[in-house]
């Protein structure tokens, strides 16, 4: 077998092995999201769990609900997400916290995504899995079938113990949760990916827009300013 030849066939193996992996069966893992019929938002909220980021104590909190199969979301979490945790979050002036809202009429990988990403959180490492997500969504999201083998790659990329995550996945475990995330998400008005809200602990959220991902961080800027503005304002009117 001459070079050229070896190359090719070396070529059409690798391409063969990803092949494999994203498409590996998934056994019973749990694709789609559950019916919880909760109309109660307070239970609805308890059951959603998000994932908290920052200082619990902070004045502000900022929400985030995503989508792991959504490109905006990837460009979210690429481009603002990173400046919110420089110049807010780990100066403790903001509590950030993530919710799933897997779009699954238009991204069938998506609930699953998100099980993995609690998956992943069962072993304290959901943001490593979370970046690991969105780093591959352009490989993974184009899998005909759900991408089991591929989020287990991805397990073994970030640390995570392969067996428990396996198990973990390849089940209905949080099936329950990240529909309850979505359905908390609906009660909020949110209809889209990513969806900002941010409070100022009141109870009361506000959604922030931006009509490009580049003007997302300047937005939620001006709307941090905002809210610190009205605390400071009613602090001073109390004295």
């Known amino acids: 077998m001459n070079a050229k030849i070896l190359s090719i066939v070396v070529a059409l193996a690798v391409v063969a092995a990803v092949a494999v992996s994203m498409n590996?069966?998934?056994g019973d893992a749990v694709t789609e999201p559950i019916d919880l019929q909760i109309d109660d938002m307070q239970?609805?909220?308890?059951?959603?769990?998000?994932?908290?980021?920052?200082?619990?104590?902070?004045?502000?909190?900022?929400?985030?609900?995503?989508?792991?199969?959504?490109?905006?979301?990837?460009?979210?979490?690429?481009?603002?997400?990173?400046?919110?945790?420089?110049?807010?979050?780990?100066?403790?002036?903001?509590?950030?916290?993530?919710?799933?809202?897997?779009l699954t009429s238009i991204h069938p990988h998506a609930f699953l995504a998100a099980r993995a990403a609690r998956c992943a959180n069962d072993q304290g490492m959901f943001w490593e899995y979370h970046d690991e997500l969105f780093r591959n969504q352009t490989a993974w999201s184009l899998s005909a079938s759900p991408p089991v083998g591929a989020f287990e790659d991805f397990a073994a990329r970030v640390g995570l113990d392969q067996g428990d995550f396996s198990s973990c996945l390849r089940s209905d475990a949080h099936a329950q949760t990240v529909s309850a995330t979505m359905q908390l998400g609906q009660g909020l008005g949110v209809t889209g990916t990513p969806t900002v809200l941010i409070s100022r602990g009141n109870g009361q959220f506000r959604q922030v827009g931006a009509p490009t991902i580049g003007e997302y961080y300047p937005a939620i800027q001006a709307a941090i300013e905002e809210l610190q503005g009205e605390m400071a304002a009613e602090a001073g009117g109390m004295q």
């Open 24 to 26: 590996s069966g998934g």
């Open 43 to 102: 239970e609805l909220a308890a059951m959603a769990q998000g994932i908290h980021l920052g200082n619990d104590d902070a004045d502000i909190t900022i929400l985030e609900f995503a989508d792991f199969q959504c490109p905006g979301c990837m460009a979210f979490a690429g481009q603002v997400k990173p400046q919110l945790d420089v110049g807010y979050i780990e100066t403790g002036t903001v509590k950030f916290v993530f919710y799933d809202f897997p």
